[in-house]
């Protein structure tokens, strides 16, 4: 079963290669930026916070048949694509169907653009150089 923070950020990883979150009545929405600093953007928040009012049913990234609500059940996990690394879903029992979204990205990937990331939280990292530092006092 993949975490709610693994799907969030399957989803904030495809954005940012231009993939749309699809919705039950046809609704596409692809929120810019995802990244804002090193957080995710309200944009993308905003995006998340829509799909998990439905609790994920019915919404899902284009070039995928998985929808939100099936990535969070137990059945299915988020693995990375043996050809780009990018987060994929896998089932966890049984044949994988499926296939990554890069399948139609022709310009992925690419190792000459700038990687899909997740925002850094420079807190925490602060917070371990100074971990580090008091240590060797
Ligand atoms: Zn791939």
Same mark, same amino acid.
């Given at each position: ?12 990883? @495809? ?10 009545? =046809?609704?596409? %929405? ?5 990244? $804002? ?28 048949? $998985? ?10 996990? %988020? ?5 780009? =690394? ?8 049984? %044949? $994988? ?6 399948? *139609?990205? #022709?310009? @992925?990937?690419?190792? *000459?653009?700038? /990687?899909?990331? #997740? ?5 925490? /990292? ?8 008091? /240590? =060797?006092?």
């Amino acid at each position: 079963m993949a975490s709610s923070d693994q799907v969030k950020q399957y989803l904030a990883y @495809w954005f940012q290669l231009g993939k749309r979150l699809k919705f039950d009545r =046809g609704e596409a %929405v692809l929120p810019q930026p995802v990244i $804002q600093g090193n957080r995710y953007s309200p944009e993308f928040e905003a995006c998340w916070q829509q799909a998990l009012r439905v609790e994920g049913r019915d919404c899902y990234l284009e070039g995928t048949d $998985q929808t939100v609500a099936d990535l969070l059940s137990s059945n299915w996990d %988020v693995t990375d694509c043996a050809r780009c =690394g990018m987060p994929v879903p896998t089932i966890n029992l049984g %044949v $994988q169907p499926g296939s990554c979204p890069c399948f *139609d990205l #022709s310009t @992925w990937p690419n190792p *000459d653009l700038p /990687q899909p990331r #997740s925002p850094v939280d420079s807190r925490t /990292q602060l917070e371990q150089i100074r971990d580090r530092l008091s /240590q =060797g006092s």
